[in-house]
């Protein structure tokens, strides 16, 4: 996981699973990926250098090689021409249908509905739903607070890989051939 994401299940008020979201106990530490992690070789992209993968950070911040390694990907990257952001729905932040506030993600939106909304009866539209490919922008929810509890446990976006609008193949393919760069 990335860090943004990391942080977002590990909030001091509910601890979560970055994978089912179920509530993770405090304190417990995972011994036995700490131990294979301390027992698997890799090597290193820059000197070609074995090493365990435990010690691989240390030695990637002194490494002038795959420092090199890194800009070069940084670089490759750049030069492809980047998406027209405009054609593509925000997908990360949402306003609240009620109020004026906006650029919740989703875990702010449902908390921010349950404080300052739940006895609101007024019919409105799922700004989550709207933003999907499979949702219907004018459809308004009977009752959006039992809406947003159901509907909306999880983001789409930990389980979605790059586009909502590509199918499965189409996905699975994307993965495969990034698992081959990352080798």
């Given at each position: 996981?990335?860090?943004?994401?990391?942080?977002?299940?590990?909030?001091?008020?509910?601890?979560?699973?970055?994978?089912?979201?179920?509530?993770?106990?405090?304190?417990?530490?995972?011994?036995?990926?700490?131990?294979?992690?301390?027992?698997?070789?890799?090597?290193?992209?820059?000197?070609?250098?074995?090493?365990?993968?435990?010690?691989?950070?240390?030695?990637a911040?002194?490494?002038?090689?795959?420092?090199?390694?890194?800009?070069e990907?940084?670089?490759?990257?750049?030069k492809?021409?980047?998406?027209?952001?405009?054609?593509?729905?925000n997908?990360?932040?949402?306003?609240?249908?009620?109020?004026s506030?906006?650029?919740?993600?989703?875990e702010?939106?449902?908390?921010?509905?349950?404080?300052?909304?739940?006895?609101?009866?007024?019919?409105?539209?799922c700004?989550?739903?709207?933003?999907?490919?499979?949702?219907?922008?004018?459809?308004?929810?009977?009752?959006?607070?039992?809406?947003?509890?159901?509907?909306?446990?999880?983001?789409?976006?930990?389980?979605v890989?790059?586009?909502?609008?590509?199918?499965?193949?189409?996905?699975?393919?994307q993965?495969?051939m990034?698992?081959?760069?990352?080798?």
């Amino acid at each position: 996981f990335c860090t943004p994401c990391l942080q977002e299940c590990l909030k001091p008020k509910k601890p979560l699973c970055g994978v089912c979201r179920s509530t993770l106990s405090p304190g417990s530490r995972a011994l036995d990926l700490e131990k294979q992690i301390e027992m698997t070789e890799t090597t290193c992209n820059g000197c070609n250098k074995k090493m365990y993968l435990s010690k691989m950070r240390s030695h990637a911040a002194s490494c002038s090689k795959y420092q090199n390694y890194i800009m070069e990907g940084v670089k490759a990257v750049t030069k492809e021409p980047l998406h027209n952001t405009r054609n593509f729905p925000n997908r990360f932040t949402f306003p609240c249908p009620y109020c004026s506030e906006k650029n919740f993600d989703q875990e702010g939106l449902v908390e921010h509905c349950k404080t300052l909304h739940s006895m609101d009866a007024k019919q409105v539209v799922c700004p989550i739903c709207a933003a999907m490919p499979w949702g219907d922008p004018n459809y308004r929810s009977a009752n959006f607070m039992e809406h947003l509890q159901r509907r909306h446990r999880f983001s789409y976006d930990t389980f979605v890989v790059g586009d909502y609008d590509a199918d499965e193949d189409d996905m699975m393919a994307q993965v495969l051939m990034r698992s081959l760069r990352d080798k």
